[in-house]
C-alpha cells in the first residue's frame, strides 16, 4: 500500500500535473540563487559608481580635502587609504658548483686548503617587497605614498601604466623617471585604488568638471540598466 502510494505520488511528480518535481524545485531555487547573487553584483556596482561620481562633483566644487598632503597649484585631491609600499629587492644567492682545491695538514688542528672553486654564485631573484607602510593619496597629478621612512611620488605627466596582481590586492605604477617599478599593496581596496586611478588621470587630462559629469552619466547609465 505504501509502496503504490509512493509510486503514484512520483508518477505525478514527474509529469507536474499537480506539484512541480524536485528537479523543477531545485532548478528555481538556483535561479533565485543566481538572481539574488547578480543584484548583488549590480548594486555593489552601482554604490561604487555612485561613490565615484559624488567625489569627481565635490572635488570640482572644492568639498573633498586629503589632510596630510599638500596640494600643488591646480591639484585636485580624490582618494586616501592605508597602504604597503613595494620595491624590487634581489632575494639572497647561492653557490652553483663544487670546490677543485686541496686540503693539506700542516699541524695538530690546522689546515690549510690551497686551489678555488670551481663554480659560480647564482643571484637570487628580484622580489616585489614591502618596505614601508603608509599613507596613499590619489590627486589629479599623482600618487602619493608618505610612510614612516619613506615617501614616493608617481606623476602622471611620466606614467607609463599600472599593472595589477591577479587578486588585485597590488599594482605597480610604471613611470619614465625610474628604470624599475613600484608599487602598492592595498589588500581588497585594489580595485578601489585602480578606479581612482584612472579618475586622477583623466581629470587631469580633461579636467575636473568634464570628469564629474562622465562619471554622472556613468552612474545613471547603469541605474538604468536594471529596468532595462
Known amino acids: 500500500m505504501v509502496q503504490d502510494r509512493v509510486t503514484r505520488v512520483g508518477t505525478v511528480t514527474e509529469t507536474g500535473s499537480e506539484h512541480p518535481s524536485w528537479r523543477v524545485r531545485r532548478q528555481e531555487r538556483h535561479a533565485a540563487k ?14 561604487f559608481a555612485d561613490e565615484v561620481a559624488a567625489v569627481a562633483r565635490e572635488t570640482q566644487q572644492g568639498l573633498t580635502t586629503l589632510p596630510g598632503l599638500l596640494l600643488k597649484t591646480g591639484e585636485l585631491p580624490f582618494w586616501s587609504v592605508a597602504a604597503a609600499l ?17 686540503s693539506l695538514h700542516v699541524a695538530k688542528g690546522v689546515n690549510d686548503r690551497v686551489g678555488g672553486m670551481r663554480g659560480h654564485y647564482v643571484p637570487g631573484p628580484e622580489v616585489q617587497t614591502p618596505i614601508d607602510h603608509g599613507q596613499v ?7 602619493v605614498f608618505e610612510g614612516g621612512r619613506t615617501t614616493r611620488e608617481w606623476l602622471f605627466t611620466k606614467l607609463l601604466g599600472a599593472d595589477a596582481s591577479s587578486d588585485d590586492h597590488a599594482v605597480l605604477l610604471h613611470v619614465s623617471n625610474r628604470q624599475k617599478a613600484s608599487g602598492l599593496v592595498l589588500g581588497q581596496l585594489g580595485a578601489r585604488f585602480q578606479a581612482y586611478l584612472a579618475l586622477g588621470v583623466a581629470a587631469g587630462q580633461d579636467g575636473g568638471a568634464a570628469v564629474a559629469q562622465r562619471w554622472s552619466e556613468a552612474a545613471e547609465a547603469h541605474r538604468r540598466q536594471k529596468s532595462g
Request: no cysteine.
Open 86 to 102: 613595494i620595491e624590487p629587492r634581489v632575494q639572497q644567492g647561492h653557490y652553483v658548483g663544487k670546490s677543485t682545491g686541496v
Open 137 to 143: 593619496f590619489v590627486t589629479s597629478q599623482r600618487v
Open 34 to 47: 543566481e538572481h539574488t547573487q547578480e543584484v548583488a553584483v549590480w548594486q555593489a556596482d552601482q554604490d
